[in-house]
């Protein structure tokens, strides 16, 4: 499925938004939250979709359109949220162990050992990429919530585990350059709003 994509012939798709050519950067990523940050919500793009944009300099041929209706949903939002699914997916282990299978392995400074989905939600500050363990569990919680499925899925589960081992450095999709911890960083801010949390008192 294309995510950039041409216009229907018809009325507006619900919660796409045109970008229209001639935009720069920034005023081409507040025209993709703008839409739904009023009703309360972020706007999701995929990597691919950001990759595409950025190589045009953020320019869309009229026209065109960035789907931005993937579940997606932030660290704050599933560290509030309570879940009946799955047995309470939140109280699983994040790093692979005898109890459970997700993915995770990088464990830098062993400090996330033994930690659960709740856990990581709940700390703060960026001791050992806390930061980055945050927005790469609410996309695989995301992820879950949908099981994982190609039409609705923002980062699939591989993407997450992805992610995380490579500490922010990993390939979004085939061919793609190599992401930088910033740059990854920096769309995890983009699409989600920051993770930078105060330190736990």
Same mark, same amino acid.
């Given at each position: 499925?294309?995510?950039?994509? !041409?216009?229907?012939? =018809? %009325? @507006?798709?619900?919660?796409?938004?045109?970008?229209?050519? %001639?935009?720069? #950067?920034?005023?081409?990523?507040?025209?993709?939250? $703008?839409?739904?940050?009023?009703? =309360?919500?972020?706007?999701?793009?995929?990597?691919?979709?950001?990759?595409?944009?950025? #190589?045009?300099?953020?320019?869309?041929?009229?026209?065109? *359109?960035?789907?931005?209706?993937?579940?997606?949903? $932030?660290?704050?939002?599933?560290?509030?949220?309570?879940? *009946?699914?799955?047995? !309470? +997916?939140?109280?699983?282990?994040?790093?692979?162990?005898?109890?459970?299978?997700? @993915? +995770? *392995?990088?464990?830098? @400074?062993? +400090?996330?050992?033994?930690?659960? +989905?709740?856990?990581?939600? !709940?700390?703060? =500050?960026?001791?050992?990429?806390?930061?980055? #363990?945050?927005?790469? &569990?609410?996309?695989?919680? $995301?992820?879950?919530?949908?099981? !994982?499925?190609?039409?609705? &899925?923002?980062?699939?589960?591989?993407?997450?585990?992805?992610?995380?081992? %490579?500490?922010?450095?990993?390939?979004?999709?085939? =061919?793609?350059?190599?992401?930088?911890?910033?740059?990854?960083?920096?769309?995890?801010?983009? &699409?989600?709003?920051?993770?930078?949390?105060?330190?736990?008192?």
């Amino acid at each position: 499925m294309r995510e950039i994509q !041409d216009s229907p012939q =018809g %009325g @507006g798709v619900s919660r796409r938004r045109l970008v229209r050519a %001639g935009l720069t #950067a920034a005023p081409v990523m507040a025209a993709l939250k $703008s839409n739904t940050v009023l009703a =309360g919500e972020h706007s999701c793009i995929r990597p691919s979709s950001f990759s595409s944009l950025a #190589a045009a300099h953020m320019k869309l041929s009229k026209g065109r *359109t960035v789907r931005t209706d993937y579940a997606c949903k $932030s660290h704050g939002y599933w560290k509030n949220q309570p879940l *009946t699914w799955n047995n !309470d +997916f939140k109280k699983k282990r994040f790093l692979n162990s005898k109890f459970t299978t997700t @993915g +995770f *392995t990088a464990n830098p @400074g062993s +400090f996330f050992s033994k930690k659960t +989905f709740q856990e990581v939600l !709940d700390m703060g =500050g960026n001791d050992r990429n806390t930061a980055l #363990a945050r927005h790469v &569990v609410a996309a695989y919680l $995301s992820a879950v919530s949908v099981s !994982d499925h190609p039409d609705h &899925v923002w980062l699939t589960k591989a993407q997450c585990n992805a992610i995380w081992n %490579g500490q922010g450095v990993w390939k979004p999709f085939a =061919g793609s350059p190599t992401w930088t911890l910033q740059r990854t960083m920096d769309y995890f801010n983009m &699409v989600l709003g920051p993770a930078f949390l105060p330190p736990s008192a």
